[in-house]
């Protein structure tokens, strides 16, 4: 028996000198910090001042999702739009600084005083790589292929009726276009943003019906035509890279009247991960990272040494929130989806008003994003100040466990046994199942957060992440589940939001396909989304969606909880850099590599040696 | 080192008659000094598993969010003025953000010193022999809000010594219960198939084959994802169980069945069916026991790869599920690269995965050489 | 015996096909399809779901999806991955060769490390260098890979920031010269192949060091000691040679499981290979890929299974078969 515990003894100790190499210490501070000053922000449009770069040389950035298809009609996911939108402009471009929109192959656009009729006049300098000039032609062909419905295309719900009314595009003449809306669309000209496909090149697969499978990882350069800077020269999926070469004739020049852009070449790396991608980034293998709060302590002290700058963008659009299944219908075998007693509390407002106020946001801020987060307690954050839209006075529920339990007192659960855990008036226990994906770690552990956040209040939960898909197909076809976490990327423009928010859509997930709204509330989040998009007047908008944040507010239909800062370590090589809140690298074209020295290639004017 | 049993003195040969063939394996097994080594740490691993609760300073499932991945190691003889202590004792301690780096710095505050005290009773209860008993007891703990973190905290400030007793629940079971399944089904089928032959014979051996076409790991993900999604944590062990032992059993019956065709052949059993003993006898009563030895040995063997299979369905989190910890889960995080570098206390599980597992392997091939036939007559007819 | 192994061919053939239909219809068995993964994107909507169901034969019954798979394959067409939108020849192509690179190196190293110590083993046979050797190759064998992945993965490319952390290829592998690429592929290969020869290690070296042993005992070796050779002649020219034969058919084994991923490892280090593909489409229901994946895997096993069979026929009389 003595040699046994000396073994184990031995064993612990030779583990803890292992693992007492990395002990952080108490007390002790960091004695690396190298580091200086405040986080860098987005800076302010005023102080976006391009300077003449020099031409040549590579970009690198790691990215976590490997590309489907670089086809822009088919595919939306943004492991595809990442490529595409460097490729294919659209007619106009949102502005990084306001989210207003911005010329981009058109000068400009004007509505009759309907505001049903548009008239978009285009660029007559521009040219597809291959050289084939571009025309109202293409313009009319991408909506074409848009509403094509042999095409699978995601963009076409957004611009179609509800009883499939389209868009009317007509050529005006060469380089203008009329649209003819069938109702009034606050945002047309950001939708003008939809990126123009060439009809010279993807006509005859349109035609031969291929079109739709066209495109894929297999794709090479010589299957585009684009406007944009950059073109995707070939994927290699055995390396998992993307390489993307610079297009000669692309139309922007810069203030020498040198024809952008100046890199050459962009290659995206394809990593497992984030903490991958940090790694490569540390290594100085790529030129720019979006950083992870957790991973911050790690970079902030190498900043110097590094050679980059770290900039800090604000919350992020995107929230993990917690939601329960309000679905009120019946499987086909005339069970409903959801035991009727749980059904009960997940529908009534004061429930998930405790469960919010249960919620511990501050520490999932501190301790999940490192103290760089924000508490989030509706679908647009408070805090951030760039979102026009953005209602400064929703309902907030900071942590408040006597709240809470008051509430669930007032609607009958309360502990009626004393055994700590909640009943109902029937003498149900709360408990329920509460699901994810795995495969996300900061939102596996927000869910866990949450987990013991509720059993705090009494409630008995079942914790059980499950693969991605075998959640969805719970969410989307057959509704089997109770209180899920889940996260969605939100955006500047409240109705991009109308696929969620609507009752009758699929992504209203904690109802979704709803025939008539189940509640007022619900009626009136549908009516103030049709209100909204046909409102022109900016400020009226804005009063129409503080309304929509403030019935969520107080709904809770999806609980908050924190949006992560938006951290990006930019490589100091890179010249042209302007953060702004809507776009890190927004100005790609007039991105440079300080003392690459090239000269301007052959295509760009003749005479005009690069700036150096 | 393991004590090779080869050079076993051929002059024990005539003491061999007078034992049974269990005391000669039992005295081979004494001879040899690992197994015997890996037996006692067995014994105290499923010892301390038995009343974790008790050996564990928290519940697995307590928390304290103010020690969010607390550094290991804060139990201290000296205080602040060096003084040494005899009963060591903890600082209560908390965490600021330095203000540029977001680094967490770890303040002690050494005005407020808990000693550490044996026998402690705390506030929560928590709960031994699988969580059938519950008791305020510990062997050792320290008064709230002291904290006390030998192997560090995860990042709800859960004590990471205290997972890792709890998580030998699972994970020191999982490789017996498994094994026991596995077994159980290899020896019936394989047996069955190797005694009876023919057709038969073909058809068992043949849907072993498929079993095992099927790659393994794959099978496990996508089985663990039919599991209902309703699921208790006691119900999915079952699950999780159930899944590995479906694909261990087959390739167990096809060698169990090997060695059965063999004995079959064997003088004692041609006797056997001569003197018209029914078939079902012969199997039960003279096929199984012969087998039997190689049964336990692979037993022994095949646990760790139990403990394993567990632990590598958990890591991608197709395993047991938080809160409820498994050494597998516990080294989930540690996937993250920075996450671990910045708190490589996460790989403590590993450690324990990796003691266990040797353990095993040592009893194992102890046992194996204490059934030598060469050592021993148990399967004599076979080994002349 | 050439009767009995067409036989047995015929008979893979028969399992491949009812193995296939049995992958199949587990992978049927979870819930979810490839389609569930474009759900989350908001831009998608019913009507692009629906589109994209078809085009991929989704919206059939899985038995008519099961007859298309098989049809396609008596055509030796393996169809196209869901997730890549190319050949799925072309994706388990690439996936292979990165495999088949890290077990070529790992075998090789294992080998040219394990021999060499088993032979110092058996020939200092119970020396302390001996005892230090089989104690280590236990505490190897009894090393779960994953740790030992993680350990160094944490050491060399979370700490001390020199080692990569997964994957096969530098950023930027293009730009190199051939002599480059060789050295970018070896500074990856380094912890997976560290990790699997240290699994392998241990086994090897215990083996090779028992036949050592037991050619060291046997009468011809003694002869030759009793003429008087000198001893590392006897060691290395006589008694090495046929200690290494049963070895040959270890190694033939072991290039048996060269196309079989190890996936967890792949999974762990992100290593580009079959394992982690697998993984992945499996994950994604990336089904036309996970089916190939699943024939590939159990075709090299029936191979690998006949193989064994037809050795332990030839090697043992008493075996009969009819």
Redesign the interface.
């Known amino acids: 028996m003595k040699k046994t515990l000396t073994l184990l003894v031995l064993a612990a100790m030779g583990a803890s000198a292992l693992l007492a190499g990395c002990d952080r210490g108490t007390t002790r501070r960091s004695d690396r910090s190298e580091a200086t000053g405040e986080m860098q922000t987005a800076g302010i449009a005023e102080e976006y001042a391009p300077v003449a770069g020099t031409f040549g040389g590579r970009m690198v950035q790691a990215t976590i999702s490997e590309p489907k298809s670089f086809n822009p009609i088919t595919s939306s996911e943004t492991s595809t739009s990442d490529y595409t939108n460097l490729m294919f402009l659209g007619l106009t471009k949102v502005d990084p600084w306001t989210y207003e929109p911005q010329a981009e192959l058109a000068t400009r656009w004007e509505p009759d005083e309907s505001g049903l009729v548009w008239t978009v006049h285009l660029r007559d300098d521009v040219t597809w790589s291959d050289g084939a000039p571009f025309s109202a032609d293409d313009v009319l062909f991408t909506y074409d292929t848009i509403y094509n419905p042999d095409i699978p295309c995601s963009t076409r719900d957004i611009i179609s009726g509800p009883n499939g009314e389209r868009w009317a595009v007509e050529k005006v003449d060469a380089h203008t276009v009329r649209f003819t809306l069938y109702e009034r669309n606050a945002i047309f000209p950001l939708l003008l943003a939809t990126g123009i496909v060439p009809k010279h090149r993807f006509e005859p697969m349109v035609q031969a019906g291929t079109f739709a499978s066209a495109l894929g990882s297999n794709a090479t350069a010589r299957d585009f035509a684009v406007t944009g800077p950059f073109i995707v020269d070939r994927y290699d999926t055995g390396t998992g890279r993307v390489f993307m070469k610079r297009n000669p004739r692309y139309y922007r020049t810069d203030a020498a009247g040198q024809r952008l852009p100046y890199l050459d070449e962009i290659l995206f790396v394809i990593v497992k991960d984030s903490s991958a991608a940090m790694l490569k980034f540390r290594q100085g293998e790529t030129d720019i990272h979006g950083i992870q709060g957790s991973d911050y302590p790690d970079m902030k002290p190498l900043e110097r040494s590094g050679n980059f700058t770290i900039y800090g963008l604000g919350p992020a659009g995107g929230s993990e929130f917690l939601f329960f299944n309000q679905n009120t219908g019946r499987g086909e075998d005339g069970k409903p989806y959801v035991v009727p007693h749980k059904l009960a509390w997940f529908r009534d407002t004061r429930f998930r008003q405790a469960v919010s106020y249960a919620i511990d946001r501050q520490f999932i801020v501190a301790s999940i994003m490192n103290n760089l987060g924000y508490p989030q307690y509706g679908p647009m954050n408070h805090a951030n100040e760039h979102l026009y839209f953005a209602n400064p006075n929703m309902p907030r529920y900071e942590f408040d466990l006597d709240k809470a339990r008051a509430l669930l007192a007032e609607m009958g659960l309360k502990d009626r046994n004393g055994d700590g855990k909640l009943e109902d008036a029937a003498g149900n226990r709360v408990s329920f199942t509460l699901t994810t994906n795995t495969g996300n770690d900061v939102r596996m552990r927000v869910a866990e957060t949450i987990r013991s956040d509720l059993e705090r209040l009494g409630m008995e939960i079942n914790f059980r992440p499950m693969q991605f898909n075998t959640l969805i197909s719970k969410l989307d076809a057959t509704y089997d589940w109770e209180a899920c976490v889940m996260g969605l990327t939100g955006g500047p423009e409240p109705h991009w939001g109308a696929n969620i928010w609507r009752s009758d859509t699929r992504m209203h997930m904690w109802f979704p396909y709803q025939k008539e709204p189940s509640t007022e509330w619900e009626a009136e989040i549908n009516r103030l989304f049709a209100e909204g998009v046909a409102e022109l007047d900016r400020q009226k908008r804005r009063e129409i969606y503080f309304r929509w944040q403030q019935i969520v507010g107080e709904q809770q239909p999806f609980i908050y909880t924190a949006a992560p800062e938006r951290l990006t370590a930019i490589r100091n090589t890179l010249g042209n850099v302007f953060p702004a809140p809507f776009g890190t690298l927004h100005n790609i074209d007039e991105v440079f590599l300080k003392g690459a020295s090239g000269p301007a290639p052959a295509s760009a004017p003749a005479g005009n040696a690069a700036g150096r | ?2 004590e090779s049993t ?1 050079n076993a003195p051929q002059t024990a040969a005539s003491a061999q008659k007078a034992m049974s063939p269990w005391a000669m394996v039992w005295r081979n097994l004494r001879r040899h000094r ?1 197994a015997m ?1 890996a037996a ?2 067995l ?2 691993m499923y010892g301390v598993m038995l009343f974790d609760g008790f050996f564990a300073p928290y519940y697995y ?1 307590d ?1 304290s ?1 103010l020690h ?2 607390h ?4 139990l201290r003889f000296f205080d602040s003025e060096g003084r040494f202590h005899l009963r060591p004792f903890v600082y209560h ?1 908390g965490y600021e ?2 203000p ?9 505050e050494d005005d407020k010193a808990y000693p550490v005290q044996l026998l402690y009773r705390s506030e929560k209860p928590t709960t031994i022999l699988f969580g059938l008993v519950e008791t305020h007891w510990h062997l050792f703990g320290v008064e709230s809000p002291g904290r006390l973190y030998l192997l560090g905290a995860d ?2 400030g859960r004590d990471i010594f205290s997972r890792l007793l709890f998580a030998a629940r699972i994970s020191l079971t999982i490789g017996l219960v498994g094994t026991a399944i596995a077994l159980t089904l290899g020896l019936l089928i394989g047996g069955t198939s190797g005694y009876l032959g023919g057709t038969w014979d073909n058809l068992i051996q ?1 849907f072993c ?2 079993l ?4 393994g ?3 496990l ?3 663990y ?2 599991l209902p ?5 006691v119900e ?1 062990y079952f699950g999780v169980v159930a899944i590995l032992s479906f694909i261990g059993w087959a390739g167990l019956a096809r060698i169990i069945r090997g060695m059965v ?2 004995i079959k ?1 064997s003088d004692f059993v041609m006797a056997a069916r001569a003197a018209g003993v029914p078939t079902r006898q012969i199997i039960v009563r003279h096929v199984l026991p012969s087998t039997l030895s190689y049964a336990i040995v692979s037993a022994s063997l095949s646990i ?1 790869a139990y403990i ?1 299979g567990e ?2 369905l958990s ?4 395993g047991i ?3 409820v910890p498994s050494w597998g889960n516990m ?1 989930q ?10 708190h ?2 996460l ?2 599980s ?2 324990a ?3 266990t ?2 353990a095993f ?2 009893l194992g ?1 102890g046992l194996r050489d204490a059934f030598d036939p060469r050592t021993i007559g148990l399967k004599g007819k076979k080994a002349e | 015996m050439g009767a009995y192994i067409v036989r047995r061919i015929l008979i893979a053939l028969v399992m491949l096909l009812v193995a296939s239909a049995l992958g199949f219809g587990i992978m049927k068995l979870s819930p979810g399809d490839y389609i569930d993964m474009l759900k989350m994107d908001q831009r998608e909507t019913p009507e692009s779901l629906a589109a994209e169901t078809e085009r991929l034969g989704l919206d059939k019954p899985a038995i008519v999806q099961y007859g298309t798979w098989l049809w396609r394959l008596v055509t030796l067409d393996l169809g196209e991955s869901f997730r890549y939108r190319k050949p799925v020849a072309d994706v388990l192509g690439e996936r292979l060769i990165n495999t088949l690179i890290l077990n070529v190196v790992s075998i090789a190293v294992t080998w040219a490390v394990a021999v060499p110590l088993g032979i110092y083993a058996s020939v200092h046979q119970y020396k302390w260098s001996d005892k230090l050797l089989s104690g280590l190759s236990f505490v190897g064998m009894s090393l779960p890979g994953f740790f030992v992945a993680l350990v160094l993965m944490w050491i060399f490319a979370g700490k001390l920031d020199v080692l990569p952390a997964g994957g096969l290829y530098g950023v930027n592998y293009d730009q190199l010269d051939f002599w480059g690429k060789v050295g970018d592929v070896g500074r990856h290969l380094i912890i997976p192949v560290v990790v699997l020869a240290i699994g392998g290690l241990a086994g090897l070296q215990r083996i090779t060091r028992g036949n050592m042993l037991e050619v060291l005992r046997q009468q011809y070796v003694t002869t030759a000691r009793a003429k008087g050779l000198p001893e590392n002649r006897v060691i290395y020219r006589h008694a090495l040679r046929n200690a290494i034969n049963p070895l040959i058919t270890i190694f033939g084994y072991s290039f048996a499981a060269l196309f079989s991923g190890a996936a967890l490892l792949e999974i762990i280090l992100s290593y580009p290979g079959l394992g982690q593909m697998m993984y992945e489409a499996i994950l994604a229901k990336d089904e036309p890929l996970v089916m190939a994946g699943f024939m590939m895997g159990a075709a090299m096993l029936l191979a690998g299974n006949l193989l064994a069979d037809v050795l332990l026929a030839v090697a043992d009389p008493r075996i009969s078969y009819h």
Request: hydrophobic share 50%; no cysteine.
């Open positions: 080192m393991p080869e690992m080594l006692k740490v014994l105290v499932g928390e969010r969010s991945y550094p290991p190691f804060n301690s953000f330095d540029v780096t977001m680094e967490r710095i770890w303040v002690e990042f709800m043949r084959e498929l095992m076409l099927i790659p790991l794959y099978t993900m996508i089985l994802n039919a999604a309703n699921w208790s944590s999915l065709l063999s052949t760790p394993l632990s590598g890591m991608i989190g197709m599920q938080e809160p080294l995080r540690g996937m993250n690269v920075t996450e671990l570098s910045r490589p206390w790989l403590w590993g450690v995965i990796f003691i597992v040797m392997n040592f091939d």
